[in-house]
């Protein structure tokens, strides 16, 4: 079926390093796009988000990179620090039918290392 | 502005009860959405309500689960006859819009544990 997955589960980088987490969807029709940060016990935190229609969308810190060739959106965090550490989830919504809420994957748990 | 309220945040249910869950969406937000996370799991849709409108169920399990938002109050997650497998967290986020447009608020989420 589709769905949005992740390549890894788990990210490990040092602190003030730049973080680059991955997502890749299979639906081409999927025509948003959202990172979530979710810390242990709470509830996913909206982050950035992305059209179809675009490639690159930047932040405060971070950017998001959508390639609708090869269906694959990343989210890169610049000079992560510990209060980064979190799962990050992306998240897809699709025109027309089927469920009208949000598809997420399975997550990317980030590690700051001092 | 508060953001969207969940309680209880943990729950503990025997199996065989009932769990009711609830969530007051942000002010002025009509759209609720309804989640539900296993461990190391991504969020899965169950439910997208509208106030007095369940507008799309299509993640619901056909038994046991049901939801409500009605014209006054919180929407409620309701689940009859809990068992195991229906320990996880559950969370609640709400737009203004329909989430395709904007992004949705999530509250904190409730606990289910059931024993």
């Known amino acids: 079926g589709e769905s949005v997955g992740l390549h890894l589960p788990t990210l490990s980088v040092q602190e003030g390093d730049n973080s680059i987490i991955n997502c890749a969807y299979s639906?081409?029709?999927?025509?948003?796009f959202i990172w979530y940060k979710q810390e242990s016990g709470k509830g996913p935190q909206f982050i950035i988000d992305?059209?179809?229609?675009?490639d690159k969308r930047q932040g405060q810190r971070v950017t998001v990179l959508l390639n609708k060739t090869v269906k694959h959106l990343s989210l890169q965090i610049a000079a992560t620090q510990p209060g980064d550490s979190a799962v990050y989830f992306c998240?897809?919504?699709?025109?027309?039918?089927?469920?009208?809420?949000?598809?997420f994957g399975k997550g990317t748990h980030l590690i700051i290392q001092p | 502005n508060a953001g969207v309220m969940q309680n209880p945040r943990h729950l503990v249910r025997r199996r065989g009860q009932e769990a009711r869950l609830r969530c007051s969406p942000m002010?002025?937000?009509?759209?609720v959405y309804w989640y539900r996370q296993l461990p190391e799991e991504g969020l899965k849709f169950m439910v997208y309500l509208q106030k007095e409108n369940i507008i799309d169920e299509s993640g619901m399990p056909k038994e046991r689960f049901s939801a409500e938002f009605p014209k006054e109050g919180p929407s409620i997650l309701r689940i009859q006859q809990v068992v195991r497998g229906d320990s996880a967290a559950y969370f609640c986020a709400s737009s203004p819009r329909r989430v395709r447009n904007t992004e949705a608020f999530f509250g904190q989420g409730t606990r289910l544990t059931v024993v």
């Open positions: 639906n081409s029709a999927s025509d948003y």
């Open positions: 998240a897809e919504t699709r025109p027309g039918g089927g469920a009208d809420g949000l598809t």
């Open positions: 992305i059209r179809s229609n675009m």
């Open positions: 002010k002025g937000h009509s759209h």
